[in-house]
């Protein structure tokens, strides 16, 4: 069964340094998404990309943070200056189409650790 | 107010019982409801996806929507150890594709 794929698993960084997450959507998947889940927090939405641009981000997502998809399968999201408030898991997902938009697939997550 | 609001739990129950979910939201804007399921440290796995109001099964999942009391359920039928896990609720507004999360149930099914 295809699925979500999420490297690395853990990544410890310290404040002030850059991090890309990288993300694997289901290959016919078209709308993809970055969230975050603090520990013991809510899941958090960040970011939504469709057709190379973004479509939605929310206040959390500021210009500390960048999405790409630099090719036909990656989709990665980058903070540029890491804070110690960006500890969290960080999950990406995707939807085949914008009619399915409830039926989001989750990646297993990438543990941000910043120390 | 919270958006969405779901009891944290836990909520414990013995293998076999039926385990009973709920979430209460605010806004009337959202039309589309999902339940999530959470292993400790791993991502949410998609369970249900309902729009409409009324009920939807799936093998011992059934979901229920409730738009007239902004109230949703889900409920697990003979439920098992391996069902132990935090459930969330998750909804989207009809003129948006977010996820908006409930903060989650923790469940623990006894042998």
């Known amino acids: 069964e295809p699925e979500v794929t999420q490297t690395p698993s853990h990544q410890v960084t310290q404040m002030g340094q850059e991090v890309i997450l990288r993300c694997v959507p289901i290959s016919n998947h078209l709308y993809f998404y970055w969230y975050r889940q603090i520990l013991g927090q809510k899941v958090e939405f960040l970011v939504s990309?469709?057709?190379?641009?973004?479509?939605?981000k929310s206040e959390i997502f500021d210009d500390q943070f960048s999405v790409e998809r630099p090719d036909g399968s990656n989709f990665t999201l980058k903070i540029r200056s890491t804070k110690l408030e960006d500890s969290a898991m960080y999950f990406c997902a995707s939807i085949a189409e914008a009619g399915g938009r409830g039926e989001q697939y989750f990646g297993p997550g990438t543990r941000l650790t910043v120390t | 107010q919270k958006e969405v609001e779901q009891d944290p739990g836990p909520l414990s129950v013995p293998e076999g019982a039926i385990v009973s979910l709920n979430c209460t939201y605010s806004n009337s804007a959202f039309q589309y409801f999902m339940w999530y399921r959470q292993y400790s440290r791993k991502g949410p796995e998609l369970l249900m996806y309902?729009?409409?109001?009324g009920n939807k099964e799936d093998g011992r999942f059934t979901a229920q929507v409730d738009k007239s009391s902004k109230y949703i359920s889900l409920f697990i039928r003979d439920s098992q150890p391996s069902d132990s896990a935090t459930y969330l609720c998750?909804?989207?507004?009809?003129?948006?594709?977010?996820?908006?999360f409930g903060g989650g149930t923790r469940v623990l099914v006894k042998p």
């Open positions: 309902t729009y409409s109001s």
């Open positions: 990309f469709y057709n190379n641009e973004i479509s939605e």
């Open positions: 998750a909804m989207i507004k009809a003129a948006g594709n977010k996820l908006t």
